[in-house]
């Protein structure tokens, strides 16, 4: 890529933002690489904040990515707390709400999501919350240090880790899920019984295929919820997690093709060349879904999306096909999942979920692997990510089978014994 004066703007500073701008230095960039982000802080991660930093071992600077000195010895420059208006594409600028007018050789869209707003009556009160930014942590965790019962809206990933942290906090916790079992569009029915077991063990109420009417209160404050067949649930914290939508309006202000995401091409570009999406907005053609488009939500994404756009501009260009992996922590629980296992036609249990050693899920669609969903299994999670990147050549008969040696097939060198 040519060095000019308007170099690399970067709207969003979160895990995508952030690494294609260290990718860029890394990679030699010479040129001006600006970052613009709605927060006021600088560029943290995520994930810790539903487990680490609501349990109180991390703090908001062990979050951060680097440190301000970083970004100064290499000549990043980040506008916090400023929100960008609309893109100029003719002019190639972004005008921020401020009034200023910023220039762009190339612009990456990666503005990530935020969370789905729930659609019902008491919604707003005190004491409903989410949870996906630094400010929105820090609120949970001061209502956790008073709060005796919680009501978390949303089995899925968020959901699941804050009621972890929360029934080891002493509260009484309530799973209101629409669906029948808990990550229901995201894992297997074998590891989402074992999610569900382990969660109950805990001291966790489940309330599955309830429909949320909506959230009761008093003087302004929740006191619970009730759903639509009548079951009522008392609470002074209701946590809602029912999903995010990503943020592609710039994207389609400025006339760029929206679907879920902002659509971008195998190099991960939008119909505008000089314009690219990356992160938990884009919606790309995946290799791993027989080039299927999809949107992810992982750091794992974000990140590889972010060092794939960053090797275009130094004119390494290679279509994006990383294999996505992703992770939950959940009180003891650690589930790993190395591609994308549902939906699947048949599941291979490999190792004893009654034994408390950990086990695997293997999860076939067409006869092929197409995912692995581990628990308390690490070396299967990494050997699982080896043998998908390899095409995934294991049969549902050898992956049942005990004495099938993944860690051979991983290494390519075949895996009876």
């Known amino acids: 890529m040519a060095v000019s004066g308007a170099g690399v703007l970067v709207v969003g500073t979160g895990q995508a933002g952030f690494q294609l701008a260290a990718s860029l230095r890394e990679g030699g960039y010479e040129g001006r690489v600006l970052l613009v982000g709605e927060e006021p802080e600088l560029p943290y991660q995520r994930p810790p904040l539903s487990k680490a930093y609501l349990m109180g071992k991390a703090d908001a600077a062990q979050l951060r990515f680097r440190t301000a000195a970083f970004y100064a010895e290499n000549r ?7 929100r960008v208006l609309r893109i100029e594409r003719a002019a190639r600028r972004v005008l921020l709400a401020s009034g200023e007018a910023l220039p762009y050789e190339h612009l990456v869209l990666a503005t990530g999501a935020r969370n789905r707003a729930l659609p019902v009556p008491g919604a707003a009160l005190d004491g409903v919350l989410s949870l996906r930014t630094l400010a929105e942590a820090e609120a949970l965790r001061r209502r956790l240090e008073t709060a005796r019962r919680a009501v978390v809206v949303g089995a899925g990933f968020i959901g699941l880790e804050f009621a972890a942290v929360a029934a080891a906090r002493g509260l009484e916790v309530t799973v209101v899920e629409a669906l ?5 569009r995201s894992v297997s029915p074998l590891v989402a019984a074992h999610l569900r077991a382990a969660h109950e063990r805990a001291g966790v109420r489940f309330a599955f295929g309830a429909a949320l009417a909506r959230i009761t209160g008093e003087a302004g404050r ?8 009548g079951r009522r649930m008392p609470a002074d914290l209701v946590l ?3 999903g995010v939508v990503p943020n592609a309006e710039l994207a389609a202000e400025a006339g760029l093709a929206v679907s879920d995401g902002v659509v971008v091409d195998g190099l991960l570009r939008t119909e505008d060349p000089a314009i690219s999406a990356i ?3 884009a919606r790309f053609p995946c290799r791993h879904a027989e080039g299927a488009p999809l949107r992810l939500e992982a750091v794992q994404n974000a990140a590889d999306q972010a060092r794939c756009v960053a090797a275009r501009l130094l004119g390494r260009p290679a279509p994006y096909a990383s294999l996505p992996w992703f992770w939950s922590d959940q009180g003891p629980l650690r589930l790993q999942i190395a591609g ?4 699947h036609e048949r599941a291979v249990l490999r190792g ?3 034994a408390g050693q950990g086990f695997s899920v293997f999860c076939f669609r067409g006869g092929r692997l197409v995912g692995v969903e581990s628990v308390n299994r690490p070396l299967d999670h990494v050997l699982a990510r080896k043998v998908l990147e390899r095409g995934g050549g294991v049969t549902p008969e050898q992956a049942a089978d ?3 040696d993944l860690r051979a097939l991983a290494a390519g060198s075949g895996g009876a014994r």
């Not at 990043?76 to 400023?82: C, K, N, S, V, Y």
């Not at 029948?180 to 229901?184: I, Q, Y």
């Open 76 to 82: 990043l420059e980040i506008r916090a707390g400023a």
């Open 180 to 184: 029948d079992r808990p990550m229901a």
């Open 222 to 229: 929740a006191t619970g919820v009730e759903t639509a067949d």
């Open 240 to 242: 809602v997690g029912i």
């Open 279 to 281: 992160g938990d907005c």
């Open 340 to 343: 994308l296992s549902v939906p």
């Open 352 to 354: 004893d979920p009654a």
């Open 402 to 404: 005990p004495a099938f």
